[in-house]
């Protein structure tokens, strides 16, 4: 090969790193905002006695779940609500562990 296709594809490889790098960054979610939001579904931090996390489930305890707007929870992504007294368990997948450590530094 000479040196101009190496400068070439070179390039090419610039470029597609950049685009993997500006993918990664897009695709890579805000956890302080996404417990912000997550706070105000749950009805505020003062509606909230205790959060654990188990796994892939945030397991909240309230004051009042009838506040709770779970339609909002869902929409961010939560994939199952179980619903027990006052007690919330909200599955969330592999995302759950780095979500309540941003919530306990809300409360």
Same mark, same amino acid.
């Given at each position: 090969?000479?040196?101009?296709?190496?400068?070439?594809?070179?390039?090419?490889?610039? =470029?597609? &790193?950049?685009?993997?790098?500006?993918?990664? $960054?897009?695709?890579? %979610?805000?956890?302080?905002?996404?417990? @912000?939001? *997550?706070?105000?579904?749950?009805?505020?931090?003062?509606?909230?006695?205790?959060?654990?996390?188990?796994?892939?489930?945030?397991?909240?305890?309230?004051?009042? =779940?009838? &506040?709770?707007?779970?339609?909002?929870?869902? $929409?961010?992504?939560? %994939?199952?609500?179980?619903?027990?007294? @006052?007690? *919330?368990?909200?599955?969330?997948?592999?995302?759950?562990?780095?979500?309540?450590?941003?919530?306990?530094?809300?409360?």
């Amino acid at each position: 090969m000479n040196p101009e296709e190496w400068l070439i594809y070179g390039i090419i490889i610039i =470029v597609l &790193i950049l685009i993997s790098l500006v993918v990664k $960054k897009l695709m890579k %979610k805000d956890f302080g905002q996404y417990a @912000n939001k *997550l706070l105000v579904c749950l009805g505020g931090k003062e509606n909230i006695l205790n959060a654990e996390c188990n796994m892939s489930r945030l397991k909240v305890l309230l004051k009042d =779940v009838s &506040i709770v707007d779970k339609d909002g929870i869902t $929409k961010m992504g939560a %994939k199952g609500i179980v619903e027990i007294d @006052n007690q *919330l368990k909200i599955i969330f997948g592999p995302d759950a562990k780095k979500l309540k450590r941003y919530v306990d530094e809300l409360l």
